[in-house]
């Protein structure tokens, strides 16, 4: 059976409260798609504890709020851009998220990921963060278990 | 060499019966035992009593340190082939630390020499009981070098006036310069038969040496001229000048065996002399315990025996302390007699313990024949011996090894020559620790650079091009004296352009509070500049060496950053953390030039963001076959990032959009934690099956939100705000989709603009070059 550990990484950013929005996505990007796995920021107080996941769509969100205030001259864009880059990444932090625990089954996390837009949900193993779940790899796992052994019924694949 | 059955087979050692044991050993490793302690004693039995004369004092008690301390160091030992007993460089000390106490307290030079026996047992047992064997670590191997070879020149000197057969009075002697002085002037009245015998001695036991090396040498050479000096009549009392001393003449060797006395420091304890043998007692422990760790070790690496060391400790220590009830003096592991008996095929500890019998044996039965050894003859094998420890090749090795070292052995050297003996070992640990303490008084300051292809690549300190960020690299120790005055060198790597100092301290050790005073100067030097710091690499000993001393908040916690697995990571992290304080730095200054942002907000377009390669999809498909797509797009796109299906109408228009977060929702629709909780696969795949089948439109959301081929960046980043997905849509101006670019695309883009706003920024020295952070892979 298939538990949340298993689907779980521990590759991922972490990053302290006080940093800016400019910084997370210095630390985000990378010019390969090969290496753009788990674009997923874990930001973490003085004290090391987890305080939530950004994602970059997080970060895309705020840029894009600031732009819509900032009407259509480019010297606005410009200082609403750099608005949004000075903007703590704590404050991005999606707040929606649902925590997984290690020992989660496939239904659960299916479940879990179903109740928010979140790309990632955190792991704990009791009060420790342990790492970060892709919903593409709950997708994946669902696709095994749903699809595997049928793709003769699919019309549309060749053989 | 045959490996010892203790070695061979510890297993039997250790779970066998004792009867069993002793009969393994009888059948087995007696006999080489046996014959290895016969070899030892041969050797020994001279050596003996010619290193009881090093001392000062009569043979028979370099006998007596030949028996028992061998014995108890073997039995309470850890290593098979160590043979404990009087050795040339503790007897030198023993001399220089008793000469002078004998007239001034009034005490029986063996008295005092039992003493100071005790109390260097007593200091190796408490090293060994409190596993302080470490101590010894200390003695460097240019001080060992060094004070030996001191050593054989002193006794070599020393022994010039038994080898020519002249008596210096004893308020003549002292230092050795003088001794030697006083001999020279007095070389008219040497003993020409003394001196015959003494010569005879050195060169045929350097014949010996070099074309019998097997052959007791020693044993022979004095047996044979003790004969010769008796036959002719040389030792014969009466004959004035011309009398040859021998053993006799110190004091008579008689054929007893009752040595055991409890030393006058019990009886009668003279506090004052005790405090003086102190120190003494202390160097003599130290230098024991090197010589004896030496041999064993050294013959120990050949055998593959893992020793214990604060065992062997404890048991020299015994040994000295309950010899001191026995006549005996110092004792110490012996380099030759230990590899004659490894050599001679020992194979457990009881081939000491034999050869410690058989010079018992030799006490009891040829004791009365000893005292016809001409004095000459023992000084002349003293002087060979003496001749050895001045090692050529290791002290051409350890000179050869560089400055540091020359000062060292020659310090030593010169301290062994002119000061007390037990001083000039503590002054060659001085000098090591002092200049162990100048070389690491500078930590290696470095500067890294980022590359666009190989990450970071490291420059000379100070050479690195005129960047806003300075990347410094300390490694090595940073104690009190290598935190003087490192702020103001460090001071040095600043350049006009800089605006932030990237510490990374990933190899720095022993961090103190003086290296803290510094980072905290260091800190207020470059806030007085505007000149911001970030440090990283920091482990977890400088983590709690921070906060203890208040500069994690002076800092403040976003500019630390703490080592990790990854090579670099921290330094990354830091290096992104300075080009943000860099950015915002600049985003203060609103006069300054903007073209730059606002080329790239302009030309950046869709079309350099937008991927051709994307899901497409016509609209009457179900669920499974999505999602089919999809999981085989992620697999070979090799992305954990959401991916988008877009439907398209037969016209090839753009209607719809659906994506995994969807399709997710779609197949747990009604399904609660709790009751997902209870699920099996089988059970769920059976839940999920019938919504598989559905129709995509159903789940499908309208693909109103896209951007055309020439939509500017600011347009894109606006877009994507509104846009409900993670892809967004590039259509033509017929609707038709062209192509897509997610999020990651996004950022891409995103980092452009950084990119222009500090290239521009960075004029006129050469634009930064901010790389991409690299996100550990899967």
Known sequence: MIRANQLATAKFVRIGSGHSTAEAVGIAFDPTASTLREIVIVVLDNEGNVLGLVEPRDILENLGTELAQAGNESDTQITAIRRGLATPVVDLIRRDVPRAEANDTLAVLLSKSAQSEAAYLPMFDGALFVGVIPVTAIFDAICQLTLSGRTGDIPFLDP | ??????????????????????????????????????????????????????????????????????????????????????????????????????????????????????????????????????????????????????????????????????????????????????????????????????????????????????????????????????????????????????????????????????????????????????????????????????????????????????????????????????????????????????????????????????????????????????????????????????????????????????????????????????????????????????????????QLVQHSEYGFEEVPFNRAAPEPVAIINLEGDLHFAAAEDLDYELLQALKPETRVVVLRMKRLRAVGSSAMAMLDHFHALLNARGIHLVVCGIEEEMSKVLTGSGLRKLIGEQNIFYADNRIFQSTELALARAMGIVEMQRSTNETESRDSLRETLVLTTAADLMQKRCLRFGEGHQVREAMWLISQFQKRMNTAHPQSVFLQSREGKLTAELDTPAILKHLAKGLTTTDAAGLSEDALARSIEPRLFDDIRKIARPADITVKFDSPLSEVLWRASQNRFRSMPVSDAHGRLCGAFDEVAMLRGLTKLLHADQAKHSAPAAPIKVNPIQVPLT
Request: proline share 4%; net charge positive; hydrophobic share 50%.
């Open chain 2, 1 to 446: 060499m045959t490996q010892s059955t203790e070695a061979a087979d510890p297993e039997r050692a250790t779970s066998a019966s004792p009867l069993r044991r002793v009969s393994n050993y009888i059948r087995e490793d007696l006999r080489p035992d046996a014959i290895a302690g016969l070899t030892v004693a041969v050797m020994g039995v001279p050596q003996g009593m010619a290193y009881a004369l090093i001392a000062g004092l009569p043979p028979i008690y370099g006998l007596y340190t030949s028996i028992i301390p061998t014995i108890i160091a073997a039995v309470f030992g850890s290593s098979r082939h160590l043979v404990t007993g009087p050795t040339n460089a503790m007897c030198m000390i023993i001399l220089s630390l008793t000469a002078s106490l004998q007239n001034r307290y009034g005490v029986n030079l063996i008295e005092i020499v039992l003493a100071l026996t005790f109390l260097t047992g007593l200091f190796q047992l408490v090293f060994g009981i409190f596993k302080l064997g470490g101590i010894v670590k200390y003695v460097s191997n240019s001080v060992i070098v060094g004070f030996t070879a001191g050593a054989g020149i002193l006794i070599a000197a020393n022994q010039i006036k038994s080898l020519i057969g002249v008596s210096i009075p004893e308020s003549q002697g002292g230092h050795f310069l003088v001794t030697i002085w006083a001999t020279l002037t007095r070389f008219h009245q040497a003993n020409p038969y003394a001196f015959l015998l003494g010569a005879l001695t050195i060169l045929l036991l350097i014949a010996f040496r070099r074309y019998a090396p097997k052959v007791p040498g020693s044993l022979i050479v004095l047996v044979a001229l003790s004969f010769v000096a008796g036959l002719a009549g040389w030792s014969e009392p009466g004959r004035g000048d011309s009398h040859v001393k021998i053993v006799r003449d110190i004091q008579e060797i008689t054929p007893s065996f009752d040595i055991f006395s409890v030393p006058q420091m019990f009886l009668r304890p003279n506090l004052d002399l005790i405090r003086e043998l102190i120190g003494g007692a202390l160097a003599l422990a130290i230098l024991g315990l090197v010589e004896s760790t030496s041999i064993s070790r050294a013959i120990a690496s050949a055998t593959g025996q893992r020793l214990d060391f604060n065992r062997e400790f404890a048991a020299q220590g015994i040994a000295k302390m309950v010899s001191s009830f026995c006549h005996c003096f110092v004792s110490s592991g012996s380099f030759t007699r230990s590899a004659a008996n490894h050599q001679a095929g020992a194979r457990t500890r009881a081939a000491a313990v034999f050869s410690a019998v058989y010079t018992a044996i030799v006490l009891v039965a040829f004791g009365p024949f000893a005292n016809y050894i001409p004095l000459s003859c023992l000084a002349g094998i003293i002087m060979v011996t003496a001749v050895t420890m001045i090692q050529k090749d290791r002290l051409s090795m350890t000179w050869k090894s560089g400055r540091n070292s020359q000062i060292v052995v020659g310090g030593t050297l010169a301290a062994t020559l002119l000061m007390p003996l037990e001083t000039a070992v503590f002054v060659g640990v001085l000098l090591s620790i002092v200049i162990l303490l100048r070389v690491t008084s500078k930590p290696d300051l470095t």
